[in-house]
């Protein structure tokens, strides 16, 4: 079942709309595979590639969507489960500068997105619709469980369509 307003803060609905799919488990694993095949295709020059000062390398970018689906992943569970703490925010640039991209390699990146997403949707099947149904407190507003797996996948989405517009498209220039 797709995500309804009610469910998530108004950001969220920029990323579920990239969501084609209207399951959380079929949107996970469809886009992980779409995405795997588009990763694997960019090219080794790129890796450390920013497309502008102060933008992020082409590995930064990735590794941030990797810590965003473990974040986000972290608030499903914790919601799933009954719990309604707020969860702290985090700070992106601060991951990000500290994520030691530069010294990581592509085949590394690509081993833990594949491990995370594999992890998380064991998860999110592991969910009955009761599950997926309940709410909690993030910092942008309330969110259901299955609102936060559609927002995973868009939010991944989101930033490869970056990587092909800006970053892929520069070096075409």
């Not at 694997?40 to 497309?51: G, H, M, P, R």
């Not at 719990?83 to 500068?97: H, M, T």
């Not at 619709?129 to 989405?157: M, Q, Y």
């Amino acid at each position: 079942m797709r995500p309804v307003k009610e469910e998530c803060p108004d950001y969220y609905w920029y990323y579920i709309g990239l969501v084609k799919q209207n399951d959380v488990v079929s949107a996970l694993t469809e886009t992980k595979k779409s995405a795997l095949d588009f990763i694997k295709s960019i090219s080794t020059d790129l890796e450390n590639f920013a497309y502008a000062e102060g933008k992020w390398t082409v590995k930064q970018v990735l590794i941030h969507c990797i810590d965003t689906e473990r974040i986000f992943s972290a608030r499903a569970l914790t919601f799933a489960r009954g719990d309604k703490q707020v969860p702290n925010s985090y700070d992106e640039n601060l991951y990000g500068a500290n994520c030691a991209a530069s010294s990581r390699t592509m085949s590394d990146i690509i081993e833990e997105f594949e491990a995370v997403r594999h992890s998380n949707i064991c998860l999110f099947r592991s969910f009955n619709t009761e599950n997926l149904k309940k709410v909690g407190p993030t910092p942008s507003g309330p969110a259901s469980v299955n609102s936060i797996g559609f927002t995973i996948c868009g939010h991944t989405e989101h930033h490869l369509n970056i990587i092909k517009e800006r970053y892929l498209q520069t070096v075409k220039k």
